[in-house]
């Protein structure tokens, strides 16, 4: 049996704690080679998932014009956005994806079962649960790469899956946009503008 040491664990810790959710503006040009991109998306298919389903697909948009087609798509719905947050002045100062500034653009889609699932009869969801703990993996091995992710969900699924030719047998769960970026900042953005505030143990324990 492996056991890790107390170094492995702080490694670990260090990841989790300094992974960002990264915006447009701090992703550079760099190419990620294809056995980096490799050893992300094996990462994400390390994951755990109910019934040993795996049911997670990752398809990759290189396309320039695609990409250009998803930001349209962002914008009609960001605009929306606004006028919900108009209360809130700092929504406008913020950047919200990186479409076009990363290297490259991840749909990440559920396949939908052919067959009943061990662990999935009650609860539906499970499957699609999983394929977000394989996007948790790939953001995961993706920080330890200094490589950036951004989940842009400010876009319409069905729109995004009709603009990428996805069929009704996938369900869109994340569209992501990877790079490597100028800097990782020390804190989350949304914590350092007062967004919001960050939770403590004592938050979230409930005895």
Not at 40 to 51: C, K, T
Not at 72 to 82: G, L, V, Y
Request: proline share 2%; aromatic share 10%.
């Amino acid at each position: 049996m492996k056991e890790f040491t107390k170094e492995d664990i702080e490694t670990l810790k260090q990841i989790m704690l300094l992974r960002r959710d990264v915006r447009g503006n701090r992703f550079n040009n760099k190419k990620i080679d294809d056995d980096i991109l490799d050893e992300i998306l094996n990462a994400a298919n390390m994951a755990p998932s109910v019934g040993f389903s795996q049911p997670w697909k990752f398809l990759l948009v290189k396309s320039h014009n695609k990409r250009e087609e998803i930001y349209e798509e962002f914008i009609k719905e960001n605009e929306k956005a606004k006028k919900i947050f108009k209360d809130n002045k700092l929504y406008n100062t913020l950047k919200l994806e990186g479409i076009k500034e990363s290297y490259i653009n991840i749909a990440v889609l559920y396949e939908k079962p052919k067959k009943s699932i061990l662990g999935q009869t009650t609860q539906k969801k499970m499957g699609e649960y999983s394929v977000v703990c394989a996007i948790e993996n790939l953001w995961l091995m993706a920080r330890a790469f200094n490589i950036g992710v951004g989940w842009i969900s400010i876009l319409k699924p069905k729109n995004v899956k009709k603009i990428l030719g996805i069929g009704s047998e996938h369900k869109l769960i994340a569209y992501l946009a990877l790079g490597y970026v100028d800097q990782f900042l020390e804190e989350p953005e949304l914590l350092k503008i007062k967004w919001e505030d960050k939770k403590s143990l004592k938050d979230i324990k409930i005895i």
